[in-house]
C-alpha cells in the first residue's frame, strides 16, 4: 500500500519476460515464498491470459514456508554437518528448475504474446490500515470459503484411509496404497512408510514429519539407520518438488476455471517429483555407492 509494489513490477518486466512472462508475475511468485495459495490468487493483476496462466503453472515450483518447515526438520537429521549448505542448494534448485520449465512452457506450449507494460505508478504515501485490514479480511474470507472446503475434505479422506478398517496405519488402507507405490519408491530407495508420509503431505506439506512420527518415532535415531544419504537427499528433492497442498490445488482450480489445467499442474509437479528424485537416488547411488 505504500506504492512501491507497482515499481517492482516495472523494474522485473525486462528480466521476466524473458521467461515469457510478464513484470506483474513477480509479485505473485514473490507472495509464493510465503505461501502458494495467496500467490496463486494473485495473478489476477495479470491482463494476459497466457502470462497468467503459466504464472499459475510456475508459483507452485516456489518453496513455500511449509516446505522449508520440513526442509528446516529433515535436512540436519541426514546432513548434520552440511545442514545449510544442502538445504540452500534444494532451495536454489528449485529455481533453477523453475525457470526451465518457464522457458519450455512459454516456448513450446503456452506461447504468449509479449504484451507492452503500461502501469501507472501511484504515488508514495502512507499505508491506510483500514484499507489494509479490509482487503486482509475480504481474502481471508475468500480463501476459507473456497480452498477450506476442498482442504477440509481431503484431510478427512487421508484421516479416514489413515485410521481405518483396524484404526493402525501400518494396517490401514494407506498403507496398502503405500505398499501398492512400494515399487516406485524402490527406486528412490525409499521404503513404502516414507511413501506414506509423502502421500499425507498433499493435504499439508507439514504431514510429512508428522506421519513420520507416528511411524518411526524418534526421527533423528530411525532416519539416518533407515535411509542412505542418496536416498535421503532423494526424499527432500521429492519433498521440495511435490504437490505443495491441497489448497493450492483448490486455488489453481478457482483461478483456472478449469479441471484439464488444474490437473496438468498436479502431473507436471508429481512428474518432476519422481524424475528427479529418482535421478538423484540413482546418481547418488552410483557415484558413492
Not at 490468487?41 to 513455500?64: D, K
Not at 511449509?66 to 534448485?93: E, K, Y
Not at 504468449?112 to 502512507?126: G, K, Q, R, W
Request: hydrophobic content about 55%; overall charge neutral.
Amino acid at each position: 500500500d505504500t506504492g512501491y509494489m507497482a515499481r517492482i513490477a516495472y523494474l522485473t518486466d525486462r528480466w521476466m519476460h524473458r521467461l515469457g512472462l510478464h513484470g506483474k508475475s513477480f509479485l505473485p511468485i514473490l507472495l509464493g515464498f510465503g505461501c502458494n495459495v495467496p500467490a496463486i490468487f494473485g495473478t489476477r493483476i495479470i491482463e494476459s491470459p497466457r502470462s497468467r496462466l503459466l504464472t499459475i503453472f510456475l508459483i507452485p515450483l516456489i518453496p513455500c514456508t511449509a516446505r522449508m518447515a520440513v526442509l528446516t526438520v529433515l535436512t540436519p537429521i541426514f546432513f548434520p554437518d552440511q545442514a545449510a549448505l544442502v538445504a540452500w542448494g534444494l532451495v536454489a534448485g528449485n529455481l533453477i528448475i523453475l525457470m526451465v520449465i518457464g522457458l519450455v512452457l512459454h516456448s513450446y506450449i503456452l506461447k504468449n504474446d509479449h504484451v507492452a507494460f503500461i502501469m501507472e505508478l501511484p504515488l508514495y504515501h502512507v499505508p491506510n490500515f483500514r484499507t489494509i485490514g479490509l482487503y486482509v479480511w475480504e481474502n481471508l474470507l475468500g480463501f476459507l470459503e473456497k480452498a477450506g472446503t476442498i482442504i477440509l475434505a481431503g484431510s478427512l479422506i487421508v484421516w479416514s484411509l489413515s485410521y481405518f478398517p483396524t484404526g493402525d496405519v501400518m494396517t490401514s488402507y494407506l498403507s496398502v496404497i503405500g505398499r501398492i507405490l512400494e515399487p516406485i519408491g524402490q527406486l528412490m530407495g525409499l521404503p513404502w512408510p516414507v511413501l506414506l508420509a509423502l502421500i499425507t503431505s498433499i493435504v499439508a506439506k507439514e504431514n510429512t514429519i508428522a506421519t513420520l512420527g507416528i511411524l518411526y518415532g524418534d526421527l533423528s535415531i530411525t532416519l539416518p539407520a533407515i535411509l542412505s544419504s542418496s536416498a535421503a537427499l532423494a526424499l527432500l528433492v521429492f519433498q521440495m518438488l511435490f504437490i505443495p497442498c491441497l489448497g493450492t490445488i483448490s486455488a489453481i482450480q478457482q483461478e483456472t476455471r478449469s479441471i484439464k489445467w488444474t490437473i496438468l499442474s498436479s502431473l507436471l509437479m508429481v512428474g518432476l517429483a519422481l524424475v528427479f528424485g529418482i535421478v538423484v537416488f540413482q546418481a547418488g547411488t552410483a557415484i558413492f555407492g
